[in-house]
């Protein structure tokens, strides 16, 4: 099956920072999404972006397909953008696979 | 607020019970999927149902069954209920079976003792 790879898999920033997430895949893919999941577990969707790129507010994502690797960039980080982030794709059939999370800690 | 809704949203169980959770799906979504999250980890795919049928499986064995009802909700069985079933419980729901985006609930947390 498609393998699914996040960095850096923990990531401290100091509010006001900017960071990038990294997620790649092994194989060609019809869907990708990016998460938020929040302490309660609750996975919130940023983006569904399978290819291109796109913006909201903070956030931004671009998916690269023929490269196989999207990245979600976080500017000026908030201490609510705490929490753990996920990319999930689907190349065919029915599942989303999900890579192993990246653990984001924004410090006041 | 993604209007997927999942009950319970915690229980406790003991070795060997069973467990039935539970989920509805968004408005206009057909086709409902089940992941499994322990702790630390990325969620795995259970199962999907589409129009009251199973339309796909994880790696998981038969102890885990489900159910989709003519409105689109649906329910995660649980067999024979072992520790390593202690996990978050997700419900995704979509448009449909193909390339779309997924909406996810809350979750059960389900512990085994």
């Known amino acids: 099956g498609i393998q699914v790879e996040q960095s850096p898999p923990d990531l401290i920033l100091q509010e006001g920072a900017n960071s990038t997430l990294r997620c790649n895949f092994s194989?060609?893919?019809?869907?990708l999404q990016w998460f938020h999941q929040n302490p309660w577990g609750q996975l919130i969707n940023l983006f569904y972006?399978?290819?291109g790129t796109k913006q909201n507010g903070r956030l931004s994502a671009t998916t690269v397909a023929t490269e196989r690797y999207s990245l979600l960039y976080i500017s000026s980080s908030q201490t609510t953008d705490s929490g753990v982030y996920f990319c999930a794709v689907r190349n065919a059939g029915n599942m989303l696979t999900f890579g192993g999370g990246t653990r984001l800690m924004v410090k006041p | 607020e993604t209007g997927v809704t999942q009950s319970p949203t915690h229980l406790i169980k003991t070795r060997g019970q069973q467990v039935t959770l539970r989920c509805s799906s968004q408005s206009g979504h057909n086709t409902v999927s089940w992941y499994q999250q322990a702790l630390g980890q990325g969620p795995q795919f259970i199962f999907q149902y589409y129009r009251e049928e199973e339309n796909g499986r994880g790696n998981f064995p038969p102890r885990f069954s489900g159910l989709q009802f003519p409105n689109y909700s649906s329910e995660l069985n649980v067999n024979a209920l072992e520790l390593d079933d202690s996990a978050l419980y997700l419900c995704?729901?979509?448009?449909?079976?193909?390339?779309?985006?997924?909406?996810f609930g809350e979750g059960s947390r389900l512990t085994v003792l």
């Open positions: 995704a729901s979509s448009l449909s079976t193909g390339p779309g985006e997924l909406f």
């Open positions: 972006i399978p290819s």
């Open positions: 194989d060609s893919v019809n869907n």
